[in-house]
């Protein structure tokens, strides 16, 4: 874990659990913080709030308050979805959610989403968080969070992987689908999730040839100037699309 990070992210939580009071079961912490590969300066704080009956007006404004000023440490931002104890306990493929807020260094402006009534990647936001999470504050993750379909998370991942195949011209987010695109692949093929360094370091035990995955490492941790080659970008979400078509749609 990381200590400077999960001092923040617990921070975070207290003061959103001071701003919810008794309706609230829980606040996890997960992804890197907990996981590992956090990367201090680029890896954010991913919190999942989980509420009794959903959130009042003033509370998702003092909630937002509480992001918008709070001290982050080491990590680059805040992601962080409050969604009700019953769409918790019984996720389904796009859950309801009540709040989503993120929160990215180098952006003068808080994300902002508010009671969307279908979120088709809260899924796998709450899948991660019963997996990996560490409660901060209220019940553990497991009590909070039912299962969720392993095909759920693979569907929606391949309908990424999908949507990236007509942008692998975007070098500004070259690294980013390159590596999640590991991280997808890993889960679909094992139903673990896992950093993005150590997703590709997955991948490159598997394939030893994927040359655009040294390349989006290097410029994920080291050089940001590194190009990550195109048609590189293009051929490996093609390998992923091939290989996670038989994991789809497991219940």
Not at 16 to 43: E, L, M, T, Y
Not at 105 to 121: F, I, K, M, Q, Y
């Amino acid at each position: 874990m990381s200590g400077d990070g999960l001092a923040a992210a617990d921070l975070i939580a207290r003061s959103v659990a001071d701003v919810v009071g008794a309706a609230g079961r829980s606040v996890i912490v997960h992804g890197s913080v907990v996981a590992g590969g956090f990367r201090p300066g680029r890896s954010d704080i991913d919190l999942l709030v989980v509420v009794e009956g959903g959130l009042t007006d003033e509370q998702a404004t003092a909630i937002e308050d509480v992001v918008r000023g709070s001290d982050t440490g080491p990590a680059a931002g805040v992601d962080l979805h409050v969604v009700t104890a019953a769409a918790a306990a019984g996720p389904s493929p796009a859950p309801a959610l009540e709040l989503y807020l993120g929160r990215h260094r180098g952006s003068p402006t808080l994300e902002v989403e508010r009671r969307v009534a279908a979120s088709p990647d809260l899924a796998t936001e709450l899948s991660m968080a019963r997996a990996d999470g560490r409660a901060l504050v209220g019940a553990p993750p497991a009590d909070v969070i039912g299962p969720v379909p392993p095909g759920w998370i693979v569907d929606r991942g391949r309908y990424w992987l999908t949507t990236w195949r007509s942008s692998t011209d975007d070098a500004d987010h070259a690294a980013f689908m390159v590596l999640t695109a590991c991280r997808i692949w890993r889960y679909a093929l094992e139903e673990r999730y896992c950093s993005k360094p150590r997703a590709a370091a997955w991948a490159l035990d598997r394939d030893p040839a994927l040359t655009v995955v040294r390349q989006a490492v290097r410029q994920y941790e080291h050089d940001p100037a590194t190009v990550v080659d195109e048609r590189g970008v293009a051929d490996l979400l093609d390998t992923v699309l091939r290989e996670t078509g038989s994991r789809s749609g497991r219940m």
